[in-house]
């Protein structure tokens, strides 16, 4: 079974704080993706990594940057959180499959920004 | 721009059918797909349409129509363990999916 692990299930920080969010999967799969998930809004890419050291901008990467040093681990950084921030982050990984990619997703991680 | 429509809520009674449907606007289309999301769980996959059809797994069934920019998810003889979340995605080129906003099922006995 894929497993895609997530580093905290919850996290409480403080505006203006830099945030790491960890996500490790176990497949060898070439790409990775970090969502945010708000109530009525599903699932809103934030970035994506198809390759060791590559990455692309998702619909919402504003506040956000991404590292992908290692094929298994790719991280979600917040330079300085903001409120409007906290919100439920959702790590999943692919393998390419010719447009049938499905996605396998980590617990998610709640962060709280105060 | 993207967007996928589908209704925020559907409420059921145990060992009924129901559909959940799904409309979308997009720039690229590979196919739709279908997640599950029980409430503080990761979503998981449930099917995928490429092509106009039906395509049944078990109790459920997913069904695509590209010309009509349009899809449903058919839960059929519904369980209490049914009651979730449901989100339609598009598959767009280079691997991405794009959500829609959810459908919350509840199932009542």
């Known amino acids: 079974d894929v497993k895609v692990t997530q580093s905290s299930r919850y996290l409480v920080k403080r505006t203006g704080e830099k945030v790491f969010l960890e996500c490790v999967q176990d497949?060898?799969?070439?790409?990775m993706f970090w969502y945010r998930q708000d109530p009525g809004l599903g699932l809103r890419l934030i970035y994506f990594?198809?390759?060791?050291?590559?990455?692309e901008k998702g619909d919402i990467p504003e506040g956000y940057s991404v590292s992908r040093e290692k094929k298994e681990r790719f991280s979600l950084i917040l330079e300085s959180a903001s409120t409007n921030q906290t919100s439920m982050y959702l790590c999943?990984?692919?393998?390419?499959?010719?447009?049938?990619?499905?996605?396998?997703f980590g617990p998610g991680t709640r962060l709280t920004v105060l | 721009g993207q967007s996928l429509e589908q209704p925020s809520e559907v409420t059921a009674v145990e060992g009924a059918i129901v559909q959940i449907n799904c409309t979308y606007q997009?720039?690229?289309?590979?196919?739709l797909s279908w997640y599950q999301q029980h409430d503080g769980g990761a979503p998981t996959f449930l099917s995928y349409?490429?092509?106009?059809g039906l395509e049944e797994t078990g109790r459920f069934s997913s069904f695509l129509s590209r010309s009509d920019s349009y899809g449903y998810l058919l839960l059929q003889e519904l369980q209490m363990k049914d009651s979730a979340s449901y989100f339609c995605?598009?598959?767009?080129?280079?691997?991405?999916?794009?959500f829609g906003g959810g459908t919350r099922l509840m199932v009542k006995p």
């Open positions: 349409n490429a092509l106009d």
């Open positions: 497949m060898d799969h070439e790409n």
């Open positions: 997009t720039s690229g289309f590979y196919g």
């Open positions: 990594s198809y390759d060791v050291k590559m990455k």
């Open positions: 999943a990984s692919s393998q390419p499959a010719g447009g049938t990619d499905t996605q396998y």
């Open positions: 995605a598009v598959n767009n080129a280079g691997n991405m999916l794009t």
